[in-house]
Each structure stands twice: as structure tokens, then as C-alpha cells.
């Protein structure tokens, strides 16, 4: 492993903002740390760059043991959500403050400088000024001044925080390209889930300080370790209550009256109370016909918001609870006030164990 993280801890006076952080990064690998603001991303991000020291724990990087080099002897540049250009300072100038520290000839110098323009198509920008330049372009620029070292690893924390949504779609695809081309790991900080979606090949789900799962962004996606991954990453209905089986065997979770159909793998049982969650593009709409078959929900459809590539359809159910499905067969036809079926793969749902009652 290129870059390797083992039972990292970082704590702040009594404040314990990091535990037992173990991550093992590939040399060409992107990984996003994906979590909320505060759980302790930019922290661990810190530490990789050694601008903070570790309470307890090692890092590593390309084999070298680095946790006590001062950030400058890592071989690792950091990009920021503030861009932090020199607004004095053109283009070339950005660029050239960092290589300056290097003790490199002028004419290296201008080389990597070149080099760098190059990846980054800034060349015909080289003698602007941060203020004659675009969002994008600056941003270019901040990634530039941490690339111009030829780092062994990228640390990029909410880089594009503060760019329109358009341009930072352009720049996701732009970053991903760069660390492609580069062949460096590329360490990604981000409360976007767009973001870690599309740009990375492993995520790690960062919460309270710790590290909740780490996975290709599929797995994150799709097969959520934890609770706390079920409901941060995508959109899902959420169904609590206690865990009813029936004669048969067949297993549901009885929620506010209404019975929601498990499948046979649930890792629950009754008198168990368990949690559920479905992502909207798994749950279904159906006309009800007025036969609606076993794991059918009846409801009635309130509203319809067309999201342009797909449609949300929120329906109210007799418990008073409200379901959002995005998923519907491209012959139904439903108006505000029909009434609807909802249902859904139970291989889909994610189950999780509450507390056994008492
Ligand atoms: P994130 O980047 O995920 O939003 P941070 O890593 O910035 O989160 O912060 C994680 C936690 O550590 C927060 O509760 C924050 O207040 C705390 N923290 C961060 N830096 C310091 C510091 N220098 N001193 C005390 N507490 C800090
Ligand atoms: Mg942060």
C-alpha cells in the first residue's frame, strides 16, 4: 500500500476528534473521505499532511514512516476550499512560490512550471492575475500550486465547495482526470455524496471521528455497512418498529400500523425492533387497481416533482406517514390524488437491529 494509516488518533485537550483510524490507500487510487461537517475529515486530512501530530498512531507513506517529518519532508501538497492565490502574484508567479522553497534552478523551475500549465491547461493564462480569471480557472490554479511539487500524494479538502454547481460538475470530471493522468493518489474531502459518488473509487464514510466503512463507492452505495451509511448516503423511506414473523415464517416490521414486508435474509427476528431503509429509485409506484397483491402498500398519491432525469412521487399512507418513490414502469399514469401501490425488492432493503424489547 502506497499510503498507510493505522490506529490513528488525534485528540484536542480532553476532545477525542479521531479513534482508531486504519486506511490503506493505493498508489493509483482516489478515495474520498465522505462524512458531515465535524466528523472529523479535515482532522485526519491534517494529520497526512503533518500539519497536525497524532495522538497515538502511524502513518505511512510509498514505505516511509513519516509521522514525525514536518509536513514540507512528507512529499505531500494539500489544496483548499479557499484558493488561497496570491492576488499580487500572476499566474506563473502562483505557481512558482512553492518551487521556490525547493531550492530548484530558474530554468527547472520553468520547467514544472510548463509542465504543470500543460495538465492543467493554463498556459494561455500563464501572465493573468487571480482577478482576471473565472472561478474554475483559480481553482485550476490552487490545484496547480499543490501538483507544481510533483507530491506523492494530493490532499484536496472541499475544493469546490465554493463553485456554482455546473462548474464544479466540470471540475469533478477535470480532478478525476488529473489523478488518472498523474498516477498519484488523490485524497478527496467532501460532505457531498455527488461528489465522492463520481470522482472516487473507494469511499470512506467518516462519522464521529471514526471511519464507518471503507469501500469501493458501489458497496457504500449500495450495501450501507451501517445505519448511519443508510441514511447519509442516498435517499431512502425509513421504516422502524418491531420485527413480527409470521406462521410461515415470513418476517415484517410492523411501522405505525402498517406492515412492511422483510425478505428471508434480514438478519432479524422477533421480539427484536429493527429499522429499514429503501432508496427512492428502489421504491415503486403502481396504479392500484384495486387487487393489490401481498407486500403491496395502499396509498394516495399527494404530488408529483419532476427532478428533470426522473420524477418524485410522494404518497400519503393510511398512517399518516408519507413514502417518496421514484421508481415506475413507463406505461403507469398517475395524477395528484390517485389512489397508489407501493412496493420494492425486499432484497433492497437494508435492515438493521434496534434493541431487543423488553
Ligand atoms: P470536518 O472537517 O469533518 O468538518 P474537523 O476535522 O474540522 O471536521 O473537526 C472535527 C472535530 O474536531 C470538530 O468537533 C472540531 O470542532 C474539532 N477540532 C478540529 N480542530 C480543532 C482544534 N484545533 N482544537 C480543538 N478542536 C478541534
Ligand atoms: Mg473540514
Known amino acids: 500500500m502506497y499510503l498507510e494509516i493505522s490506529n490513528l488518533r488525534k485528540k ?21 473521505l465522505l462524512g458531515p461537517s465535524g466528523s472529523g475529515k479535515s482532522t485526519l486530512l491534517r494529520l497526512i499532511a503533518g500539519l497536525e501530530q497524532p495522538t497515538e498512531g502511524r ?25 488561497l492565490l496570491f492576488p499580487h502574484m500572476t499566474v506563473r508567479e502562483n505557481l512558482n512560490f512553492p518551487l521556490r522553497m525547493l531550492k530548484m534552478s530558474a530554468a527547472e523551475r520553468e520547467e ?26 483559480q481553482q485550476r490554479v490552487a490545484l496547480g500550486r499543490g501538483l507544481v511539487c510533483r507530491p506523492k500524494v494530493l490532499l484536496l479538502d472541499e475544493p469546490l465547495a465554493n463553485l456554482d454547481r455546473e462548474l464544479r ?25 455527488e461528489e465522492a459518488l463520481s470522482m472516487s473509487d473507494r469511499i470512506a464514510v467518516v462519522n464521529k471521528g471514526g ?49 412492511v414486508p422483510l425478505g428471508p435474509n434480514a438478519s ?21 387497481d384495486g387487487t393489490p397483491g401481498p407486500g403491496k402498500i395502499a396509498g394516495k398519491l399527494r404530488d408529483v416533482i419532476f ?15 408519507e ?4 421508481s415506475i414502469d413507463s406505461s403507469t399514469r398517475v395524477s395528484p390524488g390517485d389512489n397508489v401501490l407501493i412496493s420494492w425488492d425486499v432484497d433492497r432493503l437494508d435492515v438493521f437491529s434496534d434493541a431487543v424489547r423488553p
Not at 63 to 81: N, S
Not at 170 to 191: A, K, S
Not at 323 to 326: D, F, R
Request: glycine share 8%; with cysteine.
Open 12 to 32: 484536542f485537550g480532553s476532545f477525542t476528534a479521531l479513534s482508531g483510524v486504519n486506511l490503506a490507500v493505493e498508489k493509483d487510487e482516489f478515495i474520498s
Open 59 to 83: 502513518i505511512l507513506i510509498d514505505g516511509e514512516d513519516v509521522t514525525r517529518l514536518p509536513p514540507y519532508k512528507r512529499g505531500i501538497a494539500m489544496v483548499f476550499q479557499d484558493f
Open 112 to 137: 514544472r512550471i510548463d509542465w504543470c500549465c500543460g495538465i492543467l491547461s493554463l498556459t494561455e493564462l500563464k501572465d493573468r492575475y487571480p482577478n482576471q480569471l473565472s472561478g474554475g480557472q
Open 169 to 193: 460538475r466540470d471540475m469533478e470530471i477535470e480532478i478525476r482526470r488529473y489523478q488518472v493522468q498523474l498516477g498519484i493518489p488523490f485524497v478527496y474531502v467532501t460532505h457531498n455524496q
Open 211 to 259: 471511519i464507518e466503512d471503507f469501500a469501493d463507492k458501489s458497496t457504500i452505495y449500495s450495501h450501507p455497512k451501517t445505519r448511519f451509511i443508510a441514511q447519509f448516503v442516498g435517499r431512502s423511506n425509513v421504516f422502524t418498529g418491531p420485527v413480527l414473523t409470521s406462521p410461515s415464517g415470513g418476517k415484517s416490521i410492523e411501522w405505525q400500523g402498517i406492515q
Open 268 to 288: 432479524v427476528g422477533s421480539p427484536e425492533s429493527a429499522t429499514a431503509y429503501i432508496k427512492i429509485e428502489d421504491t415503486l409506484i403502481e396504479a392500484d
Open 307 to 321: 427532478r428533470g432525469q426522473y420524477a418524485e412521487y410522494l404518497v400519503n399512507l393510511p398512517n399518516g406517514a
Open 323 to 326: 413514502i417518496v418513490a421514484s
